[in-house]
């Protein structure tokens, strides 16, 4: 955003960290990167390549938190993304990540506070499951105490489910108690969820109710669910 008249801002088009961990170097590879100053109007001031100097400290840690891939245990499967020749989709890959630190003030006896790498959330060119596979679905649950925007989360998985070609998704009512009841769940679609954001709640209803793990996940593999989304809860 431009800063009040007379200040400056600071934006850069999409940032695609490719992060020194990734081939044991200690350099942080912005490609086609720029970083443009824009007056308090929204005027351009400058454009240049982003350096690692805009981003971070020469004194920085990076510190890669790795995340575990299904190939790594179960093979590998690229299915082609049902999204491939959907407009404004940008899609993710091995060299998209962010980086966060926990705090901005300086730490007690001159310790570098340091910035924790992980992979970019956000859809990917290659699937590993066939969300159009009849045998499989999706489920739902909300748990724990409630708070605003459950309901519109609920929506846009819904909606993203069905973009990606998911046709059975089910909304488990109840809380974690409601998994182990299948015959309670709900079918979910766009038309069930279309309005649902304008409403206060969870039309999940939640439940802090904690049913032991190995029946709840034996509910979810008798229903085949192989996408499985709690919203809250321990």
Request: charged fraction near 25%; include cysteine.
């Amino acid at each position: 955003k431009p800063s009040q008249p007379g200040g400056a801002s600071m934006w850069s088009k999409r940032r695609r960290w490719a992060a020194s961990a990734l081939e044991g170097e200690d350099v942080l590879r912005v490609p086609d990167t720029k970083m443009t100053i824009l007056d308090g109007f929204g005027q351009v001031v400058s454009s240049r390549p982003l350096e690692r100097a805009d981003l971070l400290n020469e004194s920085a840690q990076i510190r890669m938190l790795k995340c575990f891939h299904l190939n790594e245990r179960f093979g590998t499967f690229e299915l082609p993304s049902p999204l491939t020749n959907r407009l404004l989709t940008e899609f993710q890959d091995t060299y998209s990540w962010v980086c966060q630190s926990t705090t901005n003030m300086p730490r007690e006896g001159g310790k570098v506070e340091p910035y924790y790498m992980m992979l970019r959330a956000g859809p990917r060119s290659k699937l590993h499951f066939d969300p159009h596979d009849p045998a499989a679905c999706a489920a739902i649950v909300s748990c724990g105490g409630i708070c605003p925007g459950l309901n519109s989360v609920i929506r846009e998985v819904v909606n993203t489910l069905w973009d990606y070609g998911v046709r059975r998704i089910y909304g488990i009512k109840g809380g974690y108690k409601g998994v182990v009841e299948p015959d309670k769940w709900i079918e979910l679609t766009p038309t069930v969820v279309k309005d649902i954001h304008s409403q206060g709640g969870t039309i999940l209803v939640s439940d802090r109710g904690n049913p032991p793990t190995a029946d709840m996940a034996a509910a979810l593999k008798a229903k085949g669910v192989r996408q499985y989304f709690v919203l809250g809860g321990d």
